[in-house]
């Protein structure tokens, strides 16, 4: 089906945009900053999976009905990016006010404005990246399903009735 193909490039394009926005967010940060490598890692942790989802989303953007045969590194990379939202969390801990009060979320802001929206794209790519493995996992089911009543085989063992004597 269209659909589904459609639904998953979209998925893919949401997920490279995301992880650039992080990757730009980011990387300006690391670049302006004076800190120890120690202070910084995680945001370079950050980084390193915003090159990574941008590497993937790229090759997985082609809409080939393998990319829906992905989904178990969708289900790792939304893992990375669920601890790379929870290292930002902790590191802007109250120190810009509530974490989860995204009245100030801006790239182009102050520190605060730009970690927060860090965060925020953090928590969507690793949304975007759980739905993209669901979407995989029900494609493949649905496949197999059809492949196997158009083979005549079922999942399970069928129950045969004992014969009357």
């Known amino acids: 089906m269209a659909i589904d193909r459609?639904?998953?490039m979209i998925l893919r394009g949401s997920?490279?945009?995301f992880a650039a926005?992080?990757?730009g967010v980011n990387g300006q940060y690391l670049y302006r900053s004076k800190a120890s490598t120690l202070f910084l890692s995680r945001f370079?942790?950050?980084e390193v999976v915003a090159g990574i989802s941008i590497l993937l989303a790229l090759i997985w953007l082609i809409p080939f009905s393998s990319t829906f045969t992905h989904w178990p590194v969708d289900i790792l990379i939304s893992v990375l990016w669920w601890a790379s939202f929870g290292a930002l969390v902790h590191f802007v801990g109250d120190n810009c006010g509530a974490v989860f009060d995204w009245g100030n979320v801006s790239p182009r802001g102050n520190l605060c404005?730009?970690?927060k929206t860090s965060i925020?794209?953090?928590f969507l790519s690793a949304l975007i990246w759980l739905i993209s493995a669901f979407v995989g996992?029900?494609?493949i089911r649905r496949r197999d399903r059809t492949a196997n009543r158009v083979q005549g085989r079922q999942w399970f063992p069928?129950?045969?009735?004992?014969?009357?004597?």
């Open 6 to 8: 459609i639904f998953s």
């Open 15 to 17: 997920e490279l945009v």
């Open 21 to 23: 926005v992080i990757a």
């Open 44 to 46: 370079i942790y950050t």
């Open 113 to 115: 404005g730009k970690f």
């Open 120 to 122: 925020a794209f953090a």
């Open 137 to 139: 996992i029900y494609w």
């Open 158 to 165: 069928r129950r045969t009735r004992p014969a009357v004597v």
